[in-house]
């Protein structure tokens, strides 16, 4: 919208020729993004206390959490808003994957919204069940899968980290693949969001990873020189991506130790899922297990933990995801997230260096 305007405006002023550069409105949207979120938090945590919109504390979690009962949940709608309207103002909206990362993004804050509301009706940390959510999920991540499958210039390889002249061709079978990336990423940010500010921080890290990848698959020249797939129109993508990083910053203001509001499940569902459409949008799917380390082993720990209770009925963790299990070790919360957020800067480094090592 304001991109349109603006630029239509560089042949009789000069100036607003920088608006054509996506570096230039990735940084603008970031600057927005941020502002928004940084200046709508207050309100928005005093709403969510009138509403009553308060954090319902599983009952076998950890002890100490029982004193974060009815702190303002659902604060993820502070960040949807900020990205989404910060890339509306400053995205170019002919763009094919600009409309379907927000249309993912918003898909999947509608299912995270259903299951906080009814977790808020019911009183308890159950909202939808299971199969419920994961019908809801498949359903949407399929629709991403066909839809990038029929995108002119898109194809249904998928590249190997580390290993530039392999790229499996998977034909039809990308669809259920894609709707597997963009799932379990959904799910793996949601069992990272325990603790105040742990998941904010690794979402921040791989949107940032996959700003890169995203601008390089999107100009011809990088993405020939670095070996890597080009994706006509993958640049416009680091807008949302800048976008999404700041709203994070501005949450992270409200959301850091102690947390005046959670993003509840209408964020951690929601930015999973853009963090996995973005991988596939990058044609970068299989490097998103490494950005994001965090995620992977926090979901991995969950199914270990289920998987030998139910063949040995004994526990490897003391509770499961693993962040609760340092928390039943002592670890202080503070220190748990700031390992994690180091962790995860290392996987971000590590995820940008397969751009070079192939």
């Not at 603790?195 to 890169?212: E, F, K, N, S």
Request: with cysteine.
């Amino acid at each position: 919208m304001l991109y349109s305007l603006l630029y239509s405006l560089h042949g009789s002023y000069s100036a607003f020729n920088v608006m054509k550069y996506i570096t230039f409105r990735t940084l603008l949207a970031a600057i927005l993004s941020f502002l928004i979120a940084f200046l709508f938090g207050s309100w928005l945590i005093r709403k969510l206390a009138e509403l009553q919109v308060g954090q319902q504390i599983r009952a076998d979690g950890p002890a100490r959490h029982q004193t974060k009962a009815g702190t303002p949940t659902m604060g993820g709608v502070l960040i949807l808003f900020s990205l989404v309207l910060s890339t509306l103002l400053l995205a170019d909206l002919t763009n094919a994957f600009v409309w379907l990362l927000l249309a993912v993004t918003v898909g999947f804050a509608a299912i995270g919204f259903v299951d906080d509301w009814r977790k808020l009706r019911r009183r308890q940390s159950l909202g939808l069940t299971g199969w419920e959510k994961l019908a809801a999920q498949f359903a949407l991540a399929v629709a991403v899968g066909g839809f990038l499958l029929w995108t002119n210039g898109y194809d249904s390889t998928m590249t190997m980290p580390f290993l530039k002249n392999v790229r499996p061709d998977l034909g039809w079978f990308y669809v259920p693949f894609a709707a597997l990336v963009v799932v379990g990423a959904s799910n793996a940010v949601n069992l990272t969001d325990g603790l105040d500010g742990l998941a904010i921080g690794p979402v921040m890290m791989v949107a940032l990873v996959y700003m890169t990848f995203c601008y390089v698959a999107g100009n011809v020249k990088l993405a020939e020189y670095l070996q890597v797939p080009h994706v006509a129109g993958a640049g416009e993508v680091a807008v949302f991506c800048g976008a999404l990083v700041a709203a994070g910053l501005g949450f992270l203001w409200f959301n850091a130790y102690p947390a005046q509001m959670f993003m509840g499940d209408v964020g951690s569902l929601s930015l999973g899922a853009a963090l996995g459409t973005l991988a596939l949008i990058s044609k970068q799917e299989l490097v998103l297990v490494i950005a994001g380390g965090v995620f992977v082993a926090e979901a991995l720990s969950v199914i270990l933990q289920v998987a030998s209770y139910k063949l040995r009925r004994r526990r490897i963790f003391r509770m499961a995801p693993i962040h609760h299990h340092f928390e039943l070790l002592g670890w202080p919360e503070p220190q748990i997230i700031v390992r994690f957020w180091i962790l995860s800067i290392l996987c971000a480094l590590l995820a940008l260096s397969t751009l070079k090592l192939r």
